[in-house]
């Protein structure tokens, strides 16, 4: 049966400018790091993508390397788009990115315009579309000089091969850097992606918000709910199912005692507010309206309607935000991806 999308999915969500560009992004946003490769379930990807449409979430998160294995998310989500999104591509933001490992030898990392050029066509072609909306380049590569990273995101664009650039994890001197150079080629840099949660503020302490303010570019922050430790599951101990217990990129040591301490007050504060804290930890990075969207994972349809509710309640106290920042220092950083 052919998926026909909500005809409310634009009455509920909020939508911010992109930094000083006049792209508009969900505040939140759907991301395909995993649960969308082929060894996950097809049929529930599908769903998940197909509901937060349905509530608004027009902004779609890939990499080149998302799956496992590498690539599998961007073949899976040109399965959708031919089966289910195909109609709506003008009302959707779909991001690609590249600069980590994504074939063998010298040329598939980092950020030469060799890898770029290719990384991009590869991407194109396994989602089965002309352009993608944003192109970033995923990590800085201080081995490659900036400039040419940014002459190859430049060149991107004006092949048509995008309609917009990012960066991600780059520091706030780096962005500067790089956001002059795409200026002087005439391709402004209209967002970045940090990572930013209650857990790990790294990108206060870098004042990488100021910078994104200065140069006049979007923010669009992943990993805000910690790897899920910001949820309702490692409350009483690590699920068999969590990414905890599977530890690829959130290992169990990183559970002690005290964060789990940390993370049961931010709960009870949540639960004060009439929230999740899934929901909070979600409102808490919006709060800033420098912050244009918080890129969600998640693994069941329930995840992606109960982040969305964050929407109904964007605002904290003096108190509360206190309290916040006493329970997690703004010199936080449990660093997972």
Known sequence: MSYTAAEKRYDSMQYRHCGRSGL??????????????????????????????????????????????????????????????????????????????????????????????????????????????????????????????????????????????????????????????LNDLGTPCVVHQPRYSMLDRHTESDRRLDALEEIGSGCAVFSPLAQGLLTNKYLEGIPEDSRAALGHFLKPDVITKDLVTKICQLNDLASERGQTLGQMAISWVLRDSRLTTAIIGASKTSQVIDCVGAIDNLNFSDEQLKLIDQICPSDSDITVR
């Not at 599908?46 to 509530?55: E, G, V």
């Open 24 to 181: 508009k992004l969900p505040v939140i946003s759907l991301g395909f790091w995993h649960n969308f490769g082929h060894q996950d379930d097809f049929d529930n990807a599908s769903a998940i993508a197909r509901t937060a449409f349905d509530l608004g979430v027009t902004y779609f998160d890939l990499a080149n390397n998302y799956g496992p294995p590498y690539g599998s998310a961007e073949e899976n989500f040109g399965k959708m788009l031919a089966s289910d999104f195909g109609r709506y591509r003008d009302e959707l933001i779909i991001a690609s990115k590249a600069g980590y490992d994504m074939w063998p030898g010298p040329y598939g990392n980092w950020g030469s315009r060799k890898y770029l050029m290719a990384s991009v066509d590869q991407s194109l072609k396994r989602m089965g579309l002309n352009y993608v909306d944003i192109f970033y380049h995923h990590r800085f590569d201080a081995d490659t000089p900036l400039a040419e990273t940014m002459a190859a995101l430049d060149a991107i664009v004006r092949q048509g091969k995008a309609q917009y650039v990012g960066i991600s994890n780059y520091s706030s001197d780096q962005m500067r850097q790089a956001s002059k150079i």
